[in-house]
């Protein structure tokens, strides 16, 4: 689940006119937002490695991304130059030189919460940060002595949070009959807080987050829990946008209390509400259904290339499944991030 075009807007930031040294190294850790393909490792559902996704990929093939094209981590490196895109971590072909442009240890189903994570079968936060740990060794070996200066002048992007509470709070009564929201979302950012601190001890100098989307508005969400409405989940809404007044607060006194960290929150919340609500003043006609199969329940497994209704062009859709947007769709979003974008650069 989760989102979307983290950094897409440093496009527009005029590097050529600035005095800022681009980043030639992109690291990922989250959720399906940022699985370039490592679940095709995993004995997991959460799989994304067949066709319809990937159709409109460089390649025009399915590389384990929740998308019909490219994802956050693809645009971003277009925007920075990337002769070729950071490869998922658990891929033999993320070794050698190709260590030096980075690595994606998303993982889709997982979440802050290690326990949401392991119901999927997915990588865990902590795990992906064990395997963050790797990859500095592996890193060394390439890399020698500039490998401090790429660890430091490297992009950190955290996309996730989405699933802990669409895949395990809220169908979990374990969780949700002990805990309010407001005390799981607590839990959370106690995680959040300690991975921050965590990578950045480990060298992480430029960390970009995402914030919650509004999660009610997801086609897959209505669809369990808006009762055979088709509004967006309002009360989920109101949780999110709660959670993120948390997570703000929280990256604000890990800024203050870290040294030498620029840590910028995307509140990706409003942009993609608009998007959903008003798709036809961005140029899309359909926001409320995905483009696989019904575009109501599809996704993963289910999006597959016997689902039936499955569109032939994703670009007027705002999602491709029932949960993930389409590349056009993650592209559109990128303008309400310029002004967050600046400051992990400069």
């Not at 929740?66 to 990337?82: P, R, Y």
């Not at 070729?84 to 072909?93: K, N």
């Not at 509470?165 to 995680?191: C, M, R, W």
């Not at 259904?289 to 999006?303: R, Y």
Request: hydrophobic share 35%; proline share 4%.
């Amino acid at each position: 689940m989760a989102y979307y075009t983290l950094f897409v807007a440093l496009l527009v930031l005029g590097f050529n006119g600035g005095n800022a040294q681009l980043p030639t190294t992109l690291i990922s850790f989250g959720d399906s937002s940022v699985d370039v393909g490592n679940n095709n490792y995993l004995p997991t559902l959460f799989r994304s490695d067949f066709l319809p996704y990937g159709r409109d990929f460089v390649t025009k093939t399915p590389t384990g991304r929740f998308s019909n094209g490219k994802i956050s981590t693809d645009l971003i490196a277009d925007m920075l130059g990337f002769d070729e895109y950071p490869r998922a971590y658990l891929s033999p072909e993320c070794s050698g030189k190709n260590l030096l442009t980075g690595a994606g240890f998303g993982s889709a189903g997982s979440g802050y919460y290690d326990a949401t994570a392991l119901t999927q079968n997915a990588i865990p936060l902590s795990q992906q940060l064990e395997y963050y740990k790797e990859y500095q060794s592996r890193l060394e070996r390439v890399a020698r002595e500039n490998t401090s200066t790429i660890i430091s002048e490297a992009l950190y992007l955290v996309s996730t949070g989405s699933t802990d509470f669409a895949q395990n709070y809220y169908v979990n009564p374990l969780l949700n009959k002990v805990y309010t929201h407001d005390e799981f979302s607590s839990f959370i950012i106690g995680i959040f807080s300690k991975f921050i601190r965590d990578l950045h001890g480990l060298g992480a100098r430029r960390i970009g987050v995402t914030a919650l989307p509004p999660i009610g508005c997801v086609p897959a969400v209505i669809t369990l829990f808006g009762g055979g409405s088709n509004d967006c989940v309002e009360r989920f809404n109101v949780d999110a946008q709660n959670f993120n007044k948390r997570l703000k607060a929280a990256a604000s006194s890990l800024s203050k209390s870290l040294p030498n960290l620029k840590l910028v929150v995307f509140d990706i919340y409003q942009s993609t509400l608009d998007l959903i609500e008003r798709p036809s003043d961005f140029g899309f006609f359909e926001s409320r259904k995905g483009c696989c199969g019904t575009g109501t329940v599809e996704t993963s497994v289910l999006c597959n290339p016997k689902s039936l209704g499955t569109c032939r062009n994703a670009s007027g859709y705002v999602f491709f499944d029932s949960a993930h947007p389409t590349e056009a769709a993650a592209m559109a979003l990128s303008g309400s991030l310029t002004s967050d974008g600046i400051d992990l650069i400069f």
